[in-house]
């Protein structure tokens, strides 16, 4: 089963788009973003929630636009075969020299709409399950 983590600032509307994507076939765990926990990744340190994780679904209005930069950087030097998928605001995260390595959601959508997009990202980054 693929294993999503689900970032998001607001924990309803976590657990909404974690059961939409349960519902879908997914094991989803949540996570509230580096503005409201400590997020080991802006520490320069592993972080078990993404370590279980196939791919990584990240709201884009979360944090600063520095923030984001710099987490970005980050997420792509420590997992770089994890298919990161970014949902909505597309100019607010910044490009990557490889923009085959992040999929941008400019809006939600339907949870079906989502799902092609997270097996469009697995199959591309060879880890379709």
């Known amino acids: 089963m693929t294993r999503l983590l689900v970032v998001h600032p607001k924990p309803l ?7 939409a994507l349960e519902h879908a076939g ?26 279980r994780a196939d791919a ?3 709201d884009a209005s979360l944090g600063s636009t520095a923030e984001m930069q710099f987490l970005a950087a980050h997420l792509r030097d420590a997992y770089a075969d994890l298919p990161l998928i970014v949902i909505g605001a597309e100019d607010a995260w ?3 020299d490889d923009p085959g390595r992040v999929w941008r959601v400019p809006d939600l959508g339907t949870t079906a709409q989502l799902a092609s997009v997270i097996e469009e990202a697995l199959t591309e980054q060879g880890m379709a399950v």
């Open 13 to 19: 509307v976590a657990w909404d788009r974690a059961a």
């Open 94 to 96: 910044p490009a990557t």
């Open 56 to 58: 990584l679904l990240y």
């Open 26 to 51: 997914y094991e989803v765990e949540t996570c509230p973003g580096p503005a409201h926990a400590d997020c080991p990744i802006l520490s320069d340190q592993p972080c078990p929630l993404i370590d």
